[in-house]
């Protein structure tokens, strides 16, 4: 019976269910091995779809998010499953022309417009509240380098006259609220700025140096409960001016920095037990560093728990782009409540890294989250991740110390990255993950189909997704794809896009 399990036959593993009971906790691991057996079948090549920029599917798998090439709409669609029928044996036949058709597949509810005539939707971002089916999504104005100078902001910086945040309604598009940020900067790229977390949204304005805490209300409107930044307490400015110091206000430093700078003295303090040597182990280790330790700011938050935040300081010369392993970077544990640091490590700590792969589930802590995304491969509940990450630390030419930096930059995690597909559960499937992956990024067009290798029969390619054209290998230079799978249907679209040229969808599904 077991070698018959084994075999993949969907038949014996739907008898056997009948027989067997899963171990306690165990029923939701056991039901997805079934999608060793229910995997995309056929791909549809081409496919007759709209001209839109496809998202993402909701963690739910209730609604497919796509929005216009001009930026200007938000069109959503509701999966639905592909019917025909058939005077003979329909797995004979190829499929009728009319259902090889984009709305054979997907139903649109609705296409509203977001952003005004000088703003545009940024694709890359969306976060999705599944308790109540919310959507949130960002609109923006043109990006502005020659930023003048303002009281507050980071030189250098740039800045975005505005920004807006809208909250809509997916079932009927209905927007509820919106919050909008003027002369400033929030990187909206793949959501980096902003993470959701039950009713919580942190979103981090680099050009100010601030972390607005935003509350959805069941109502539908968007409340800011919290600013951290240049004040941690919500009565620090009022004391400073009843004590009347809010004149000499621009000579503090941000509330912020002032407590990373007090848990770092301390930390330098209790380091040196002896009192002859405290001294100078001070003037070595935090008075040399002290300006490098004043010039960090912000880059990065993520929610641990409704308490506690996850922040990234880096160093001016990494704050809009992308930082490098030469760049100083501390990662804080702040409590909201009582405004204090209770853990600080810098980006090559060995202890960061070792909890990081102990606790990778606590670094995408988002209780909210639906069933399927629970269920993500991570370390601690895959006996395969560990070893895919041993196998990358094991192939580091670095030293040990850059690998841990390499790791580390990752972090904070970006809210709603990874895809909760059971396709991408390295328990099921192997794959090549520089090919395809399950973060939501676009990646470099193969020539090949990539391949998903069943766990349990090594030997055995289970299915291949191949993106672009059906017309055998061609040239992949310039072209980039991307790949949305349902959270729980066997179905994912690849979408293949090249410059100055159309945009190629396909539609892969269990026929």
């Not at 902001?153 to 509820?176: Q, W």
């Not at 919500?234 to 920095?257: N, T």
């Not at 601690?380 to 850059?402: E, F, G, M, Y």
Request: aromatic share 14%; hydrophobic share 35%.
């Amino acid at each position: 019976m077991v070698g018959f399990f084994r075999s993949g036959n969907l038949a014996s593993r739907v008898f056997d269910r009948q027989f067997l009971s899963p171990r306690p906790g165990a029923t939701v691991n056991t039901v997805r091995q079934f999608y060793e057996n229910l995997v995309p079948s056929y791909t549809i090549y081409g496919i007759d779809c709209p001209d839109y920029s496809f998202r993402k599917f909701t963690d739910d798998g209730k609604y497919l998010v796509a929005f216009s090439r001009n930026h200007q709409d938000l069109i959503v669609y509701r999966p639905i499953w592909l019917t025909f029928s058939c005077h003979e044996e329909c797995d004979s036949h190829d499929l009728p022309a009319n259902a090889e058709r984009f709305d054979s597949f997907f139903k649109q509810l609705y296409s509203i417009s977001l952003a005004s005539s000088n703003e545009y939707i940024c694709e890359d971002f969306f976060l999705y509240m599944e308790c109540h089916q919310y959507g949130l999504f960002a609109t923006s104005t043109a990006r502005s380098n020659e930023s003048s100078v303002t009281e507050g902001a980071i030189h250098g910086v740039p800045s975005i006259e505005k920004i807006t945040f809208y909250l809509v309604r997916l079932e009927d598009g209905a927007i509820l609220d919106e919050k909008a940020f003027c002369n400033d900067f929030i990187n909206l790229a793949h959501s980096i700025g902003a993470y959701l977390y039950e009713d919580l949204v942190c979103i981090v304005s680099l050009r100010y140096q601030t972390i607005h805490v935003l509350q959805i209300r069941d109502s539908g409107s968007l409340v800011e409960v919290r600013r951290i930044g240049a004040f941690c307490r919500e009565d620090d400015e009022l004391f400073l001016y009843s004590h009347g110091q809010a004149a000499q206000g621009s000579s503090f430093l941000p509330g912020i920095k002032q407590r990373l700078l007090s848990f770092i003295f301390r930390k330098t303090w209790n380091e040196e037990p002896d009192q002859a040597l405290r001294v100078q182990h001070l003037k070595k280790k935090f008075y040399f560093h002290f300006q490098d330790y004043v010039d960090l700011i912000i880059w990065k938050v993520q929610f641990l728990d409704r308490h506690h935040l996850f922040i990234k300081f880096g160093s001016v010369n990494g704050r809009v782009t992308r930082s490098t392993d030469q760049n100083l970077a501390f990662f804080a544990v702040y409590n909201m409540e009582t405004t204090e640091i209770v853990s600080l490590y810098q980006n090559s700590s060995e202890e960061l890294y070792s909890l990081f792969e102990h606790y990778y589930d606590h670094f995408h802590a988002n209780p909210q989250n639906s069933l399927h995304e629970k269920f993500i491969s991570s370390n601690p509940n895959s006996v395969h991740a560990p070893d895919q990450l041993r196998t990358i630390k094991s192939k580091a030419s670095s030293p040990s110390q850059q690998f841990v930096k390499k790791m580390m930059a990752s972090l904070p995690y970006t809210c709603q990255s990874q895809s909760p597909s059971p396709y991408f559960d390295l328990s099921i499937f192997r794959y090549d993950e520089k090919l395809f992956s399950a973060i939501d990024r676009h990646r470099h067009c193969t020539e090949y189909p990539i391949k998903f290798i069943s766990v349990r029969q090594p030997n055995v390619v289970k299915f291949k997704i191949k993106p672009g054209s059906d017309s055998g290998a061609s040239d992949s230079r310039g072209k980039r794809i991307s790949s949305l799978f349902h959270p729980f249907f066997p179905l994912a679209l690849s979408i293949q896009q090249t410059n100055m040229q159309p945009t190629v969808v396909n539609v892969h599904f269990r026929r």
